[in-house]
Structure formats: C-alpha cells, structure tokens
C-alpha cells in the first residue's frame, strides 16, 4: 500500500512557529471564498440546465420518484451536514488541541511560536471541514434541482450557502477561538 499512496510530509516544528495568523487567516479566507464560489457557479450551471429544458411530463400512473425522494434525501442531508459543520469541527479542534497539550505538557512544545503555528493548522483543518460538510449538501441539492428539472431544492441550496458564510473565517473569529485554546493549554 504504501508504494502505491505517497508519504504524507509532516511540518516541521520551524515551519510551525512560521505561521503568522493574518497570512493562515487569508489562506482560510481564499478556500472558504473558493468553496462557496464553487457552488455559486454550480447553481449558475444548474439554472442554465434547468431553463434550457422542457418540463418533466409525468406518464400517467408513474410514481415520479425522482421528484418526491430525492428531495427529501437532499433536506435530511442537509440537516444532517449542518448539523454535523458545527459538530465535527469541535471534535477535531477538541481532540487536536489534546494532542498539542501534551506536547507542552511533555515539554516537547516549548516554543510559543510553534504553539501558535500548530493551533492555526488545527483552525484551518476545522474551517475547511465545516465549510465542506455545508458544500456537499448545497452540490446535493443542486444534482436534485437538475435531475427533477425544478428549482424546488433552492431553498436547501439558499440554506446550505447560508450556513457556508458563517463558517466564512473572520479575524475576530480566529482570535476570540485562538484566545480559547491558548486558556485551555494556560499560555
């Protein structure tokens, strides 16, 4: 397996204590601002397909399958990846920042600057996460408004964009969860 996967290069503890926050707080700001063009420019595509088609007419005595599931599975994905952006990032926040604790506390973290490097890895690892939970319940609903030729799912793309923005990073965002961890580790 490992001839066929390459080695994952870890950062060095120099390459940590390099990470300034406004430069990790842009990179954050360009994935976030690119996965929410993403679905912009999907749901352009997605209008452009839908508009350019005839309506779906259903065979008399056909159940339309394609427009009463399919939808219901993109508003239970929906609420379920909306409810996961907020969950799964705290797990991984909460266990990564476990895992730098006891690098301090086994005082293999000692400089304050790497400190600082690897709790703005672990904010973008979490940002990243949130935001693509939400992305793939927009994209979801966007395949549905295609494949029923109607833009009912809308909402459920309005909503998961909704939700993206407030996942959108911020520098007080940054600095009120980075002033959270460094309390948490007492630093």
């Known amino acids: 397996m490992s001839e066929i996967m390459p080695q994952q290069r870890q ?3 120099e390459q940590y204590a390099e990470m300034e926050p ?39 005595g056909q159940p ?5 599931v399919l939808p ?10 909306a409810i996961l952006s907020f969950i799964i990032p705290k797990l991984i ?3 990564s920042v476990k895992g730098v604790a006891k690098m ?4 293999t973290l000692t400089d304050p600057k790497e400190l600082l490097g690897r709790l703005l890895s672990v904010a973008q690892t979490k940002t990243i996460v949130a935001l693509a939970l939400v992305e793939g319940a927009a994209f979801f609903g966007l395949i549905v408004v295609i494949v029923s030729k109607s833009f009912d799912m809308l909402g459920v793309v309005g909503a998961s964009f909704c939700f993206m923005t407030a996942h959108f990073p911020t520098k007080m965002k940054l600095a009120r969860w980075l002033e959270e961890q460094q309390r948490f580790l007492g630093h």
Request: proline content about 5%; aromatic content about 8%.
């Open 64 to 68: 339309q399958v394609v427009n009463h």
């Open 22 to 60: 406004d430069k990790v707080l842009r990179i954050m700001q360009i994935i976030a601002g690119a996965l929410i063009a993403g679905v912009v420019m999907f749901g352009g595509f997605a209008s452009v397909i839908v508009l350019g088609q005839a309506p779906v007419v259903k065979p008399a």
């Open 11 to 13: 950062m060095t503890p």
């Open 93 to 95: 926040s909460r266990f």
């Open 104 to 107: 301090v506390q086994d005082g």
């Open 72 to 81: 219901l599975i993109a508003i239970g994905v929906f609420f379920l990846n």
